[in-house]
């Protein structure tokens, strides 16, 4: 094949290395075409390359990945987490110094109460602190309600950690310092 | 076209196969163009076995694939050449995950040397060649490629890389002055 604009025109100094380049000559084999030709007629995929592989299956693992990062959304959301509310007068006793303590579902159901006396004046549960009722998710009504007892709201707090200060404690207690049942219940 | 038998046989059955327009078009470009297509690889790999490879990867995906060839956006080799390009990357971004030990080998190499002491000479000058041009940046060795390996003008090996003329030949002029420059180092 002649190239004349390409010969005519080349600086001197290329012009061996041009040369030497054009004399080499590959052939391929000649059983090359009819092996082709029969791999041809089979219909024979091409090899997959890495590349290929990751584009052909990049929607499917779009999609798994969608699906646990969904699945560990919803655990969050419903991963129980405990909020501590102080201070307020939920014994009757006219002092505020009264905690609650909540393990709840973020917005959702509550699994755990306690309503304790904030003795060191730290404004949040610790070890010093005296529980005054303690239930769990079930109401556990105490069997004896003794006389004078007296019911106790404090609305609206964020008791649940779904956000919103929609919650309500609700504490039963014989003043000054006996809480005989306390319950938290939303605002809708 | 209408389909018609051929010859060719899957060693398994003993009935001839018909052959599809396709897989006619397919054989046809690589009896235009197959030769080409290996001498553009061949420069650019260290062994006859995998240009074979690569040669035969290309015709396959263009079979895989023929039905996104438009004539009318461009002749046959250039989209032949443009697989080629794409197999040709395939196989070194592999080749880097790989530990493979290169196996030069110069079967496929024509030559006219009388003696079998100038052809060893004369392959000896082709690996040095073709080991200088290894080490240029893959444009270079796309270019060179085309030019020496396929034999095309600078003109042609332009529209396969989507050059004009004159910038394929100042491509292919920088690679030359640079492959000098690594022959004489």
């Keep these: ?188 | 076209m209408p389909p018609r038998i051929t010859s060719i046989q899957h060693p398994d059955l003993a009935f001839p196969r018909v052959e599809t327009p396709a897989q006619i078009a397919c054989r046809e470009w690589y009896e235009a163009h197959g030769r080409e297509l290996y001498g553009y690889l061949r420069f650019q790999l260290t062994s006859p076995d995998l240009a074979e490879d690569l040669t035969a990867e290309v015709f396959l995906r263009a079979l895989c694939h023929i039905e996104s060839f438009n004539s009318a956006l461009g002749t046959p080799r250039a989209w032949l050449f443009r697989i080629a390009q794409n197999a040709l990357r395939d196989h070194r971004r592999q080749a880097r995950r790989r530990v493979s030990l290169p196996i030069t080998s110069f079967r496929d190499l024509e030559h006219q040397a009388p003696s079998m002491e100038e052809r060893l000479l004369w392959e000896e000058e082709v690996a040095r060649l073709l080991g200088a041009v290894a080490l240029l940046p893959a444009a270079d060795q796309e270019i060179i490629g085309l030019c020496y390996g396929s034999d095309l003008s600078p003109a042609e090996a332009g529209d396969i890389l989507g050059l004009t003329g004159s910038a394929a030949r100042t491509r292919l002029w920088r690679a030359l002055r640079r492959l000098r420059k690594v022959l004489a180092e």
């Excluded at chain 1, 309600?145 to 964020?158: A, E, K, L, S, V």
Aim: charged share 30%; net charge negative.
């Design chain 1, 1 to 188: 094949m002649s190239r004349p604009d390409h010969e005519d025109q080349l600086p001197e100094v290329l012009r061996a290395t041009d040369a030497l380049l054009r004399r080499i000559r590959f052939q391929p084999r000649q059983s090359l075409e009819p092996e082709l030709a029969g791999r041809l007629v089979r219909s024979e995929k091409p090899a997959r390359v890495g590349v290929t592989a990751w584009r052909q299956w990049w929607p499917a693992g779009l999609v798994a990945g969608l699906a646990v990062g969904f699945l560990a959304l919803l655990l969050i959301l419903h991963r129980a987490s405990t909020i501590d509310r102080c201070c307020y007068d939920l014994d009757g006793g006219g002092a505020v110094d009264d905690g609650v303590l909540v393990v709840a579902e973020r917005d959702g159901r509550i699994r755990r109460l306690s309503v304790y006396e904030d003795r060191d004046r730290s404004e949040t549960f610790t070890a010093a602190d005296i529980i005054r009722l303690t239930r769990a998710g079930v109401p556990e009504p105490e069997q004896s309600i003794p006389p004078g007892f007296t019911t106790i709201r404090r609305c609206c707090q964020d008791l649940d950690g779904g956000g919103p200060a929609d919650d309500v404690i609700m504490t039963v207690a014989t003043p000054p310092d006996r809480v005989l049942a306390a319950a938290i219940y939303e605002l809708r």
